[in-house]
Nanobody, 120 residues
């Protein structure tokens, strides 16, 4: 069974920085995409940033230039470096991955979420 374990959330003042980590564990053939989504109070879950197996990335317009997604393939870990944080970045951040299972099927799983709170 593949699982995602997130860490790094917390409380930070506006303008500050946080780094989120998400490690995938279990057995799988490959990880195709890893990334982060978030859900703020009273809002729908939205994409923040994703990184594909070829290293290409995709960011939400609202975080471009402030957030950086990266991955360590050897550790099956994805990171989200968040700089210049704003109160509107306050949300539960969820790690997400598409992977190819040992049965050669493509599956998607989510982490449990980590709370990021940005105070003004």
């Amino acid at each position: 069974q593949v699982q995602l374990v997130e860490s790094g959330g917390g409380l930070v003042q506006a303008g500050g920085s946080l780094r989120l980590s998400c490690a995938a564990s279990g057995r799988f053939l490959s990880i195709n995409r890893m990334g982060w989504f978030r859900q703020g109070p009273g809002k729908q879950r939205e994409l923040v940033a994703v990184i594909f197996s070829d290293g290409s990335t995709n960011y939400a317009d609202s975080v471009k230039g402030r957030f950086t997604v990266s991955r360590d393939n050897a550790k099956n870990t994805v990171y989200l470096q968040m700089n210049s944080l704003k109160p509107e970045d306050t949300a539960d951040y969820y790690c997400n991955t598409f992977f190819t299972s040992m049965f050669n099927t493509n599956l998607e799983i989510w982490g449990q979420g980590t709370l990021v709170t940005v105070s003004s």
